[in-house]
T-cell receptor
């Protein structure tokens, strides 16, 4: 596709349920990032993929959060046993990882997650 | 860890210049970025500056970097209503990939 695509755009769930958020990066982009944007706060780094591996998952807030990437393309962020504090906009970004240059991240429009 | 601070809100009159400020604690970033987020949209890279530069100009945008004071600013000349958005300052953390540390964002409101 022309840009980074995320689905669903909105997700309302009940506390305790599991949710899956999907990201389709720009074709050919090897690097993929997940960020979380909470109201009135900056973007919080969650996890970074290079290809299918995740060399940096230091931002995942708890073991309820996990992510995978398959075929060097689509990524899924899974939140188990959701809590109200998980409510936020989850943003995905991808990039080409050029060497020695400013790395331009292309962001999707995000998934607005609301946990009731 | 790295801390990036921005004022949360800025209101300017159409046609005036806007200056959005950002301060940070870690000076090891190679690149510093400004991203723009319009309502309902993802973030869009606006401009960036290499850490060995003091200034970068790109049409109506001027980025100033004061490494001594750890201060980054974005000036938008002749601000238009279409510039109304949230502007995020971000620093690239070293490590071979672009893990960005973002500020909380400054909401720019442009009024007639």
């Amino acid at each position: 596709g022309a840009g980074v695509s995320q689905s669903p755009s909105n997700k309302v769930t009940e506390k305790g349920k599991d949710v899956e958020l999907r990201c389709d990066p720009i074709s050919g982009h090897t690097a993929l990032y997940w960020y979380r944007q909470s109201l009135g706060q900056g973007l919080e780094f969650l996890i970074y993929f290079q290809g299918n591996s995740a060399p940096d998952k230091s931002g995942l807030p708890s073991d309820r959060f996990s992510a995978e990437r398959t075929g060097g393309s689509v990524s899924t962020l899974t939140i188990q046993r959701t809590q109200q504090e998980d409510s936020a906009v989850y943003l995905c970004a991808s990039s080409l990882v050029p060497q020695g240059q400013a790395e331009k991240l292309f962001f999707g429009s995000g998934t607005q997650l609301s946990v009731l | 860890g790295e801390d990036v601070e921005q004022s949360l809100f800025l209101s300017v009159r159409e046609g005036d210049s806007s200056v959005i400020n950002c301060t940070y604690t870690d000076s090891s970033s190679t690149y510093l970025y400004w991203y723009k987020q319009e309502p309902g949209a993802g973030l869009q890279l606006l401009t960036y500056i290499f850490s060995n530069m003091d200034m970068k100009q790109d049409q109506r945008l001027t980025v100033l970097l004061n490494k001594k004071d750890k201060h980054l600013s974005l000036r938008i000349a002749d601000t238009q209503t279409g510039d109304s958005a949230i502007y995020f300052c971000a620093l690239g953390v070293s490590g071979g990939y672009n893990k960005l540390i973002f500020g909380a964002g400054t909401r720019l409101a442009v009024h007639p």
